[in-house]
């Protein structure tokens, strides 16, 4: 048994991915954000203040007939960026590109902070973390992906992002055409409830890779890729009209730069990200300074290879072997 889902490029910039989810039984389809960095499937609801769940698709869960509450069951959520939400719990059959889940916890919410309010485009959040991550009290549930995975042909799934067209989410096989080059695999740390993960060394411009590692996580659900300074300015230095922009809080250059690639070593093999991908969009409309898709990971503590990295790659999120697999594409 497989499962396989389109993913979209939310604008322009490739902000966040959109990949429809059907919850309950008659179907009610939700435009989910994927996301490897946490372990809730969360949604706006019926329970969902009308305010804030203005412009956004919604669950209903008394209009399913197999939903059913997970009595006594709460969640609270607060993510990297200081976006939150909260509320209670459901299960139902949820449904990922054909293949079903007939009791999946769906949590509901009955609080959503301000940016998600404003992100119209989705309607909540799918889980690709590790179960150990999971915020429901009393007792913590298991994310779609868990649930699936015994019944899935092998217990993994992948992640194919692309810039500005449709890329995918497979669940249980691997579609090698989707890549250009050999799976490095190295071994995945869940401990956090992330995909976490060492690189074995960087470089700019094509150059021979260092033997600098860097540990950090696999997010689907962070826009940038954020390394540490010293890997950062290694990059920059190379770009002419490059600097820190206060207002946009990042390194800002010429939209007209023809940008460094940056590769990084990974299970033995080599992923290289086109200077193109690292010029992420102007910092506003029409304007010809552009913001980096580089960014320092200085006041966040963890590496993490957002979707800057991974739409350079085939990544194997591979839960049965607990591994990460990076193909060039
Ligand atoms: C807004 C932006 C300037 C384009 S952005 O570059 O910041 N992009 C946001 C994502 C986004 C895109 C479009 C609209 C709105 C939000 C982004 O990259 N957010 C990261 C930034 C970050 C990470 N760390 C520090 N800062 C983030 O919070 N990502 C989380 C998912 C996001 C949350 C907001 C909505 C979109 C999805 C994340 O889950 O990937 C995470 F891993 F970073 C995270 O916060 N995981 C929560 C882990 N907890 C640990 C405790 O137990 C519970 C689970």
Known sequence: QTGSANTNPSDSAD??????????TPAQVLPL??????SDL????SETPKSSASGHVTYSPSKSSTAKKL???SWSITYGDHSSSSGDVYTDKVTVGGFSVSSQAV?????VSTQFVQDTVISGLLGLGFDVGNTVKPRAQKTWFSNAANSLAQPL????LKHQQTGSYNFGFIDTTLAKGPIGYT???GSEGYWGFTATGYSVGGAKLNRNSITGIADTGTTLLLLDDDVVNAYYNNVESAQYDDSQQGVVFDCSEDLPSFSFGVGGTTITIPGSLINLTPVSDGSSTCFGGLQSSADIGINIF???ALKAALVVFDLGNERLGWAQK
Do not use: L, Q
Request: hydrophobic share 35%.
């Open 306 to 308: 957002g979707d800057v």
């Open 157 to 160: 799934f992948t992640a194919d």
């Open 42 to 45: 969360w949604v706006f609801s």
């Open 71 to 73: 009595s006594g069951a």
């Open 107 to 111: 949590e509901s919410a009955t609080k």
């Open 187 to 189: 071994p995945a740390d």
């Open 15 to 24: 902000d966040e991915y959109i990949t429809n989810v059907s919850i309950g």
């Open 33 to 38: 954000d994927f996301d490897t960095g946490s």
